[in-house]
């Protein structure tokens, strides 16, 4: 460590000076803009070879460590980079982003000042039906007579509420109370600063098929077009690794070494551990079972179950 | 230490045990509701005598033990008490609320369950008008009749805005979208928990004048229904030591050691320090005098421009 | 929600109950000793249904519902239980135990008090070689004689080190530098309070076979003697879903499709992503390689280059 | 808000450029170097005016509002700057240091690598007796024999423990092992990433008269020889309004405000409230009389009790 105790100059990446505070649209009057940054790949090598000092010499290469500390979860090195954007979002999808406790956040307090005149507005072809099998999610879309009577009535009530919001404010009541009927498609801005660790672990939920859609293209906007400029080589591992990884449990590992060897016993296992559960004559995947049958799938392994009965 | 290693009973306190699942209310419609709690005074003082050892013997009892690290800012100890409350609040508080970061939260999700059927309305002699010099506050209410006309308006918004949501949910959008509109003022109901320090944090910025009226009710609920039978001690010390306490800066220790001494000299640094300024022949405070101003009140010091000019 | 606003009962494990205060051994002079706990099972359940609503009636079961939430990383309602513990932990450990941020601590002060008069002792069989492959990690005894040896010595230089703080003390020194040249095996003891998300992450980290084995018997006497009988199905589902699972990355996914199907495309894709390289005429996996190699084999799936070359 | 977003240059201060990544010698072999930072006071303020909006215009100048930010603890514009350091520091520091939760951290690990074959040693003239009245604290030296016997023995010790550690090593002794009986004063490594406001509260505590001389040495560069060049405005404040101010309490204002007017009022709540006791015919002060002796004596007004009795 002693022999890097010369000057530095500071980290500096040239793709992210190109876009600093250039505002990255999303939805209808969003933005991702990139403030500041601190570090790269290269201060996520430094921070591993403080830590692991001689013992990682024997990484090939900085690929090849960041790759490792990816997939060993070796958290910290990744949290030795920072990013600090100003976001401009929907408050519905606010109050999902604030949930991620470990960032610095200054958000436009409309205690202070009058709240922004902008809502997120959706058009008929936008409208998503509620999804039947996933509580949490939306599947498809709806038919364009009632995407255009939905959409009018929206504005109806954006404008409604305007004119209440304005009316109070012109009556001298306080910011504080007047905000109160403001809808929760309002626009807020804040300035959010995360270091890269915890960006990712956001990232992974938020670019997720789960995630509600608008959020997801807020996430999709910093990973692809800020995160992968940034720090290439831990993208790159976050993609092998994480994003584009499956988890399989204890009992999946067990099953999986039966099927095609034991086709009996798998069954058994199955059906034992809950994955299926025979109904009348036929068997059927639980919740659980369809959740493995999509790993399965991944895997090229030929679901058990399927024309059993 | 070696001599507590025998067989301990649960810290219980029977004040605590009585309220427990009693929804407190606040407000129109919201409620703080105790659900569990871990620790009292005892575990403080306790967790105090490992980390100081035999050093704290000399400390005459409990009392002058939680008092003493209260005043010293010895925040550790406090975190070995825990609560748990279920709280209902609406979002526009929530959003303030949820800034605390040091908390465990589950909140009703409204992607997968229906939005609550209230929100929080305004009595005609509730709506405060905007205050010229706070920024962030509120002075004094408007007019009866204006205050009738608010309340009418605000049923208003708010019917037609519970009436685009069923609408949109019986044309069988997805909840995480028809939820979009809703208003601010809207209920959601959470589990909180928080150790005591945090609280005690929470506590004294959102007790202040400061903080929104209705922010205040829910924290004065807490700290004088819940924490003062909670830890009765370390709620005395709070109040004492920090709820009613002042800070002095290195400035204002200086004017107020050359008050009632050195006038002309006090008047100097007021000056020059910027707590002062002279407008024509008149001497008046900064926003900064004013504040010294309610704290030399508050010491019995007669404030040095009064009468001046 | 609203429905369950009736009196409440404290949350209470019996089995808990019966070892509150019992000091378990671990090591030679160490000890995990249970204080107190918030919640159980139920209170995940509790926390998970305030967020999902009935969006979880659904679920056949509180295990089903836990399980799920295991399994899809729905971490918040787990932080809803809280935990409290004695520990007393040679210092090499506790510099360990401590980089886990997410706990409440009140250590030892030896500013304040004397040092705890014990070190960590080693056995003669208990002194373990350094592994030539994990750089981190030990592997295998050393012979007797030299354990002999080498437990000689440990007295001698601990009982060195015991004269000279013992001298320190005598002359007067204050305690804050007497301790300055203490062992890292000096005992320390603290009182540590964390949730149980953050628990289940530390056991998970620390029960791991790549865990220094000391920390690991930490680890596993919290794990088995307190966490199994506090939420023993939130355990189940942590032994399943996370510590007996495996993650695949998107190259293993992709390999293991093609192993047993297309044979050539595997071993191509093998070599092409880093997971064999040539060498002379043999292939040989790298240090993924073997990784790769280890979850096969507990998924029942040949390694393709085994008898390769 | 929506004016700024045209390009931006990244925020640059020349003089920490100046001194990137020079080890600033601390104690006989430790070291602070400036790794990396993300802003300066302008983006305290920007931060500060995205949350204040319009609110913030009335301040008059930058200074003025983060004095303003810094005199009503409105901490999160000060989150939005943050550090990295390279620090080299004794393990018994390091113990206090890490304490500390708010940060990010690299640390040399001693199971990876062989440990830094230097220990902090103490000259003659550096050892400190134990304080009678501050149980925690130090006051005056050991005179100048006692020194250097202290110091001898010192080198005595860290010579042994260091022949103990590489003997552990030659005879293949596993490093996670063999570091367990290496004296606490043994330097470690460690890159800390921390952002200002939690900087600023390390300082607050680790500057202090009461913390251990050795740690404040290290505060001290960091505060004086960093943080007044990178925000030199919300340093200024920092001195003004936290490191050098006082805090009232509730009954300390009502004495002062006693003092003076009503001699015999004050008399009798300064014992009520155990700022004083009455000994034999003795007026003496407590632990906190005491306290605010000191306090009244930096106000400039008399301490009641003197030369009472």
Chains 1, 2, 3, 4 share one sequence.
């Not at 601190?38 to 692991?52: F, H, K």
């Not at 009535?153 to 910011?175: C, D, M, N």
């Not at 915890?198 to 789960?210: I, P, T, V």
Request: proline share 3%.
């Amino acid at each position: 460590m002693s022999d890097d105790k010369e000057r530095l100059d500071r980290v500096r990446v040239p793709e992210m000076e190109e876009i600093l505070g250039e505002a990255l649209p999303v939805l209808d009057d969003g933005f991702v803009r990139l403030i500041d940054y601190m570090g790269t790949d290269d201060s996520i090598v430094q921070a591993a070879r403080v830590s692991y000092g001689k013992g990682t010499r024997t990484m090939s290469d900085d690929r090849g460590l960041i790759r490792y500390l990816m997939r060993h979860r070796h958290t910290t090195p990744f949290e030795m980079c920072e990013i600090k954007l100003h976001v401009r979002v929907p408050m519905d999808l606010w109050r999902q982003w604030i949930r991620h406790r470990t960032a610095n956040v200054n958000e436009l307090s409309t205690r202070y000042s009058i709240a922004i005149d902008q809502a997120r507005t959706t058009r008929p072809d936008e409208w998503r039906l509620q999804s039947d099998i996933n509580r949490q999610g939306s599947e498809g879309g709806v038919d364009v007579e009632t995407g255009q009577r939905l959409t009018r009535r929206e504005t109806e009530a954006q404008s409604f509420l305007k004119e209440i919001y304005e009316e109070r404010l012109e009556l001298g009541v306080a910011r504080e109370q007047a905000r109160k009927d403001l809808p929760l498609s309002t626009y807020t801005e804040a300035y959010w600063k995360i270091d890269l660790h915890n960006l990712l672990h956001f990232l992974a939920l938020r670019m997720d098929d789960k995630a509600q859609l608008e959020i997801r293209q807020y996430a999709s906007i910093i990973g692809e077009k800020i995160v992968s400029k940034w720090v290439p080589m831990a993208w790159e591992a976050f993609m092998d690794y994480r994003y584009g990884s499956i988890i399989l449990s204890r009992d999946e590992i067990r099953i999986l070494s039966l099927i095609n060897r034991q086709q009996a016993a798998a069954d058994k296992m199955l059906s034992e551990t809950g994955f299926t559960i025979k109904d009348a004559s036929e068997v059927k995947p639980t919740l659980e079972g369809r959740e493995l049958a999509a790993k399965l799938e991944r895997l090229g392994v030929e679901v058990p179950w399927k024309g059993k009965g």
